[in-house]
């Protein structure tokens, strides 16, 4: 009995071994710029709204729960993937009836799969692995005196980002240190003030959520000249290009082989 439960241990560690060896070569050979110079590509021709949709009082992270929040994204998706079907339909019968782009269709569908599932499971990734903080595989760590991200990949140092965190005792960003809880949304835009848009992909895009409504996203360009100040309602705002190549490693390496820090001060 207990040689074949020694046995069923050393089965179980070597298959979780292979499928961590597995999602670790996906970073091990990773040439850092390359990847990054490969994500971001410019969209030439395409017109970003300029407003500042989260200078108003919208989702506050620490107060607002996520189920609902994305109970309504779930909610939007579906009306989107409806009016495709329409337009689809139509298309035979209208003449230069602009539609949905086949990325457009790409999108919603991933993020469509992506909410059903995170709300089908209802539970946090946390402890799935060994790894914390600085051990992980893809390591993010913000510091709010010099609202700062620094990017380490297997323990170092590749990049830093301007962020944007909690401005003002209400919207504080808290400290915390933990495995980012999921999901991952390229397109977000925010439900109570809808406004805003970045090349399509809401107001909030390439959305990483780490707890609750706590969220690592880029933001419109009307509010690129706050990043390296407080401004956010508790969320960490990033360039949108940043937060394209952050939201790209995470799904690259996976939220298991992923941990965020937020801290007041680094020493």
């Known amino acids: 009995m207990n040689r074949g439960y020694l046995v069923l241990l050393l089965i179980l ?48 992270p620490g107060t607002d729960s996520l189920e609902p929040l994305l109970v309504n994204i779930d909610t939007m998706l579906r009306r989107e993937e409806e009016l495709i079907k329409r337009l689809d339909s139509m298309k035979s019968n209208i003449s230069k009836e602009p539609g949905f782009t086949e990325k457009e269709k790409e999108i919603i569908s991933e993020n469509r799969k992506i909410v059903d ?52 005792k209400k919207y504080e960003t808290p400290e915390m240190s933990l495995r980012p809880h999921g999901p991952l949304l390229v397109k977000y835009t925010s439900k109570k003030f809808p406004g805003g848009n970045y090349l399509g992909l809401g107001n909030m895009p390439y959305a990483v959520f780490v707890k609750g409504g706590y969220a690592i996203h880029g933001t419109t360009p009307g509010n690129f000249a706050k990043l390296g100040k407080e401004a956010s309602h508790g969320c960490i705002r990033l360039h949108p290009d940043n937060a394209k190549v952050f939201h790209a490693l995470v799904k690259t390496v996976g939220l298991a082989q992923t941990w965020v820090a937020i801290k007041d001060s680094l020493p």
């Not at 560690?13 to 410019?42: A, M, P």
């Open 13 to 60: 560690h070597l298959f979780v071994s292979c499928k961590t060896g597995e999602k670790n070569s996906n970073l091990r050979g990773l040439n850092y710029q390359q990847f990054k110079d490969s994500v971001i590509q410019s969209d030439n021709g395409v017109i970003s709204d300029t407003e500042n949709i989260f200078d108003a009082p919208c989702f506050i």
């Open 117 to 168: 599932s995170f709300l089908l499971a209802k539970k946090d990734t946390a402890d799935k692995t060994g790894c914390r903080e600085i051990d992980c595989p893809l390591f993010a760590l913000i510091d709010k005196s010099k609202q700062v991200l620094y990017l380490y990949i297997f323990g170092e140092l590749k990049d830093s980002f301007l962020v944007s965190t909690g401005k003002g």
